[in-house]
Every structure is written in structure tokens, then in C-alpha cells.
Nanobody, 123 residues
């Protein structure tokens, strides 16, 4: 199983970025997907999750109303649209896959992880 995250970069505060995570080696529609992030010196934290068909989504409190998670099962890809970015959103963003249909926010319930993509938001 491989999860390849991309789309990170440097953006000014208030700007937008869209992350993508392409999955291979699994039956994508059998997996709920999540995004997590880890800032320097901090623990990895939950950002967003989506169930198997995109019908249910969950967000961390710090990103609600600004970030949107979505998926395209035909392309085996999950996305994270990030708007109104803040310097505190600076982190390495990881996508993760959890076998099962239901989206979960707990980091321990995920089976596979991507390599991460760095998002830097300048003030």
C-alpha cells in the first residue's frame, strides 16, 4: 500500500492550498481516509476525515469552516482544500487510510500512512 501526498508549499496567511493524496495497492472504496498534521515540537493531530463514499466528513476544531476534505474513488485520491490559512497551520500534513467504511478521528485507528507534505504559512 502506498499513499502519496502532494500539494504542500509556501503560502501567505489568508491564502489557499489544495493537498492531494493518491492511494495505490488497496481497494480505495473500502477505506475511510484522514488527514493529520504535525507541527515542529508538537504531537500529530487530527485535521479531517471522510468516510468511504464522501458522505460523511469530520474536522478538527481548529480547521472547521476553513478546510474541506473530499475524495474521488474513481481516481483513488483524497483531497484537502485549505482556505484562509494561518501561520499556525504550518505543519507536515499526512494522509492516512483506515480499513472500514466509517470515518474515524482517532490517530490510532489508521492502518496506512503517507510520507507527508510540508505546508508553510507565512505571516
Amino acid at each position: 500500500v502506498q499513499l502519496q501526498a502532494s500539494g504542500g508549499g509556501l503560502v501567505q496567511a489568508g491564502g489557499s492550498l489544495k493537498l492531494s493524496c493518491a492511494a495505490s495497492g488497496l481497494t480505495f472504496s473500502n477505506y475511510a481516509m484522514g488527514w493529520f498534521r504535525q507541527a515542529p515540537g508538537k504531537e500529530r493531530e487530527f485535521v479531517a476525515a471522510v468516510n468511504w463514499n464522501g458522505g460523511n466528513t469530520y474536522y478538527g476544531d481548529s480547521v472547521k469552516g476553513r478546510f474541506t476534505i473530499s475524495r474521488d474513488n474513481a481516481k483513488n485520491t483524497v483531497y484537502l482544500q485549505m482556505n484562509s490559512l494561518k501561520p499556525e497551520d504550518t505543519a507536515v500534513y499526512y494522509c492516512a487510510a483506515r480499513y472500514g467504511l466509517v470515518a474515524i478521528t482517532n490517530i490510532r485507528n489508521y492502518d496506512y500512512w503517507g510520507q507527508g507534505t510540508l505546508v508553510t504559512v507565512s505571516s
